[in-house]
């Protein structure tokens, strides 16, 4: 049990194009929904907390307008790129969390973002 | 939330016991301790939680001692595949909504 997927696993686009990214609790609700992005041989920096039907709360300087995220219900949350560019590339990493599991975090397998 | 440092990379040989402290001198009274593990390309695995003393499972044991402001995870007779990075941190599910922060996490080489 307790298994996030995201999708795609890798996608490629050209800069100044937007991409989304999904994240799914596939046999959980999740309440909560965080995102992640790492970058080549560092660790994972929180970029927002996304509760479901509500607004995101994004960590100091990450830029709102940016990275969209919606989490629209309790088992889905969307990270947009919008007007990608090529610092943007990155391993995204959504977690999910349900309060009724003593609220452990279960991590998704991550998106390779890479923007030409 | 309370910072955690850790040694930045670790080497050992297969079937040898490791053993990676993380030291976190802010812990406080409702913060837990956890270690996740990532492989390459991979989102961060739970490994084991603990508030104090000792806990056990099927992978792995931590230690904590009384004063909390350390922890230590013990990998019994590791092989190749827990090459990994492991990240130590300490948070209360309960407040910050569930954040977690990760530190910089220790490199474990596992050499044959």
């Known amino acids: 049990g307790a298994v996030v997927s995201q999708h795609p696993s890798w996608v490629i686009c050209k800069s100044g194009t937007s991409v989304k990214i999904e994240c799914r609790s596939l046999d959980f609700q999740a309440t909560t929904m965080f995102w992640y992005r790492q970058f080549p041989k560092q660790s994972l920096m929180l970029m927002a907390t996304?509760?479901?039907?509500?607004?995101?709360?994004?960590e100091q300087g990450v830029e709102k307008d940016k990275f969209l995220i919606n989490h629209a219900s309790l088992t889905l949350s969307t990270l947009t790129v919008t007007s990608a560019h090529p610092e943007d590339s990155s391993f995204y990493i959504c977690?999910?969390?349900?309060?009724?599991?003593?609220?452990?975090?279960?991590f998704g397998p991550g998106t390779r973002l890479t923007v030409l | 939330l309370a910072k955690t440092t850790q040694p930045i990379s670790m080497d050992s040989y297969e079937g040898q016991e490791v053993n990676i402290t993380c030291s976190h001198n802010?812990?406080?009274?409702?913060?837990?301790i956890t270690w996740y593990q990532q492989f390459p390309s991979q989102g961060p695995r739970f490994i084991i939680q603990g508030y104090k003393t000792k806990v056990t499972n099927e992978v792995a044991s931590l230690f904590i001692p009384a004063d909390r402001k350390s922890s230590t995870l013990s990998l019994p007779r590791v092989s190749l595949s827990d090459t990994a990075v492991y990240y130590c941190l300490v948070g209360d599910s309960g407040n910050q909504g569930g954040k977690l922060i990760f530190g910089q996490g220790t490199e474990l080489s596992v050499k044959p």
């Open positions: 996304s509760n479901e039907g509500s607004k995101a709360t994004y």
């Open positions: 802010n812990i406080a009274t409702n913060d837990y």
């Open positions: 977690s999910a969390r349900d309060i009724r599991l003593a609220g452990e975090q279960f």
